[in-house]
C-alpha cells in the first residue's frame, strides 16, 4: 500500500521522469517509440522528394514562379500556412510532353542498356573473384579482400580528373612517378565505354563481397561431386555454385542495376557533346529540358518520375529476393 510519502514523491517527478520509469518497467514501449520514429523519418526523407515532384510536374508551367507552394487556410477562424506544398494548377500534359519535345524513351532505353551491359560485366567478374575469396584459401587473401573493400570508400569525383585525362586519349598513360610512355589510350569520351568502365569499377567491390559471403556457404562436398563428373572449376562455378547462391546472384544483379540506372555523376560528365545524345542515359534527357536562357521545371519533374518508375517497379517485385539475399548472406550456421 503506498503511502503518503511515496504519493507525493511520485507526483513531484517530472514528466522524463514518469516515462523513464515507464520505459524500463516496458521496453516493448521503447521500441514501439522508436520504430515509429524511424519510420515516420523514413518516410519524410524518401517519400517528400517524390511528392513535389509531383507537384512540380502537374503544375502548369505559368504558375511555377508565381508564388509560394504553400497556401494559406483558415480552419475555424485562424489562418495558417499549411505545411506541405499543393499544385497551383492542375496540368497532366506535361507527362506527354516530355516524349514530345524530346524522344525521353530513348534515353530511358540507353540507361537501360548501360545498366544491363554494366551488370553483366559485374557478375562476371565479381563471381569469379568470389568464387576465389570464398572457396580458395591463399595467403592475403583478407588483406586482398580488404584493399578491393576499401575502393567503395573513395569518392567517385576522385576518379574524375584521370578518367577523363584517359578517356580523351590525348596523352599516353605513363608509369606512376615517371614520364615512361606505357600505351596511348582509345578515345572513348562520349561513348557508352566511358561510362560502362567506371560504373563497372565502382560498384564491383560490393557484388565481391556479396557473392564471396554466397559462395564460401556452399559444402566442399557438392563442388566435389561435380568434379568427380570431369567438371572443371570454372564448370562447378557456373553449374552449381552459382545457381546455389541464387538469391545472392540476384541481390548483386538488382543492387547493381539500380545504381547504374540512377547513376549521375558521371554520366553527365562523361557526355560532354552533341554527338552523345544518340546514347546519352536518363540524366541526358532530364537536363535537355534547361537551355542556356530557360528551364522548364515541370517538364524536368515529370521526366524524373518516368524516368525513376522503372526502378520503382523493380525495387517492388525484387524487394523480398534482395532482403533474403543480404540476411541470408549475413548469416553461417
Do not use: C
Not at 557438392?222 to 563428373?229: G, K, T, Y
Not at 547504374?260 to 552533341?274: D, G, K, L, Q, W
Not at 515541370?298 to 524516368?307: P, Q, R, T, W
Amino acid at each position: 500500500m503506498a503511502t503518503p510519502t511515496d504519493t507525493q514523491e511520485q507526483s513531484s517527478d517530472g514528466p522524463l521522469q514518469r516515462w523513464t520509469q515507464s520505459a524500463i518497467q516496458n521496453p516493448d514501449k521503447v521500441y514501439r517509440a522508436l520504430f515509429y520514429a524511424a519510420m515516420v523519418f523514413f518516410l519524410v526523407t524518401t517519400l517528400f522528394p517524390f511528392y513535389w515532384l509531383v507537384v512540380l510536374a502537374v503544375t502548369p508551367e505559368g504558375n511555377l514562379l508565381s508564388g509560394s507552394f504553400l497556401p494559406t487556410v483558415n480552419l475555424f477562424g485562424v489562418s495558417g500556412t499549411f505545411p506541405l506544398p499543393v499544385p497551383k494548377g492542375f496540368n497532366p500534359g506535361a507527362f506527354v510532353t516530355v516524349f514530345e519535345q524530346v524522344p525521353f524513351h530513348l534515353y530511358m532505353l540507353n540507361s537501360f542498356a548501360l545498366a544491363v551491359t554494366t551488370t553483366v560485366i559485374v557478375l562476371f567478374v565479381a563471381s569469379l573473384a568470389g568464387y576465389v575469396f570464398g572457396r580458395l584459401r591463399f595467403p592475403g587473401r583478407a588483406l586482398l579482400m580488404l584493399g578491393i573493400l576499401a575502393i567503395s570508400y573513395f569518392p567517385p569525383a576522385a576518379f574524375v580528373i584521370p578518367l577523363f585525362q584517359a578517356f580523351a586519349g590525348n596523352a599516353p598513360i605513363t608509369v606512376p612517378f615517371t614520364s615512361i610512355p606505357l600505351f596511348t589510350p582509345p578515345r572513348l569520351l562520349n561513348t557508352p565505354g566511358s561510362m560502362v568502365l567506371p560504373f563497372s569499377a565502382l560498384f564491383m567491390p560490393l557484388s565481391i563481397f556479396i557473392l564471396t559471403t554466397f559462395y564460401g556457404q556452399i559444402p566442399d562436398g557438392l563442388e566435389d561431386a561435380a568434379r568427380v563428373e570431369g567438371t572443371t572449376r570454372l564448370g562447378a562455378l557456373f553449374r552449381v555454385i552459382m545457381p546455389l547462391s541464387a538469391p545472392g546472384v540476384a541481390t548483386a544483379a538488382v543492387l547493381t542495376f539500380i545504381a547504374v540506372y540512377n547513376e549521375y555523376f558521371f554520366s553527365s560528365i562523361m557526355a560532354t557533346s552533341p554527338e552523345a545524345a544518340k546514347w546519352s542515359p536518363i540524366v541526358g534527357g532530364i537536363l535537355s529540358y534547361q537551355t542556356q536562357y530557360t528551364t522548364q521545371f515541370n517538364l524536368m519533374a515529370a521526366a524524373s518520375i518516368v524516368g525513376v518508375l522503372p526502378v520503382v517497379i523493380l525495387v517492388i517485385v525484387a524487394q523480398e529476393r534482395i532482403v533474403s539475399g543480404l540476411t541470408s548472406g549475413a548469416l553461417k550456421e
